[in-house]
């Protein structure tokens, strides 16, 4: 099954702003996380954030933006 990626002002017709950007990148974060069989208790723990902020990044409450830098590739690391 595909996912409906919007780019550019496509993002932005619903009135939400930036908003819309933001759920498709949770989204894309919750199927990252899915895929590498982390919940997210997992993901905040091994990104040093709440869980709380792992929602939100998911449901696009929170903007990714607010995420520090680096963190995103910890939560793809995979243990050996």
Do not use: H, I, Y
Not at 8 to 33: H, I, N
Not at 35 to 56: C, F, H, N, P, Y
Request: proline letters at 2%; charged letters at 15%; one cysteine or more.
């Amino acid at each position: 099954m595909g996912v409906p990626v919007c780019s550019g002002s496509a993002a932005r017709t619903s009135g939400q702003g930036s908003r819309s950007t933001g759920v498709v990148s949770g989204f894309v974060l919750k199927l990252a996380r899915q895929a590498a069989g982390l919940t997210q208790e997992a993901l905040a723990e091994r990104l040093s954030a709440d869980v709380s902020s792992v929602q939100g990044w998911e449901s696009g409450r929170r903007p990714l933006a607010a995420m520090n830098a680096g963190a995103s590739s910890a939560g793809s690391e995979r243990a050996s």
